[in-house]
């Protein structure tokens, strides 16, 4: 018989993180494909609808998201 999964306290900090981003995904489900582009006749998930499907999950599960801007061009 295995033995029961090792307390947090006694995981790495990489092994914490891996656990609750598997308990974000096995809470979150599908995101409803809400945009629309027009030129290329496909609909995707938005940021924001991933995001409001995300958060509250991730923020139960102890998770952050910090955005990260490469380039901005105008």
Do not use: C, W
Not at 38 to 48: I, N, R
Request: overall charge negative; aromatic content about 6%.
């Amino acid at each position: 018989m295995a033995k029961a999964p090792t307390p947090e306290e006694n995981l790495s900090p990489e092994a914490v993180i891996l656990r609750a981003m598997n308990a974000v995904m096995d809470e979150v489900d599908y995101v409803q494909k809400k945009g629309e582009n027009d030129f290329h006749g496909y609909k995707y998930a938005t940021e924001a609808d991933v995001l409001e499907r995300l958060r509250p999950a991730m923020v139960k599960h102890g998770l952050i998201l910090i955005p990260s801007v490469q380039q901005v061009s105008s």
